[in-house]
């Protein structure tokens, strides 16, 4: 189990990424969206985040 405490709040890990910053996205509290970046402090819809490369899966 991995992710974030934010603001109070625990958000699990969704291993999709920020297309603006490259960090970690996670669970929008917002029901009107998918995904929140804390980085960029944006909501983003699930059409905008990329997956995260994870390590030994490239070339696989």
Not at 1 to 16: A, C, H, L
Not at 27 to 54: G, I, K, M, T, W
């Amino acid at each position: 189990m991995s992710g974030i405490f934010y603001e109070g709040k625990w958000y699990e890990d969704t291993e999709m990424v920020c297309p603006r910053c490259g960090h970690p996205v996670y669970a929008s509290d917002n029901p009107e969206y998918s995904y929140q970046c804390f980085h960029c402090d944006e909501d983003l819809y699930s059409f905008e985040v990329a997956e995260r490369d994870l390590p030994g899966e490239a070339g696989s």
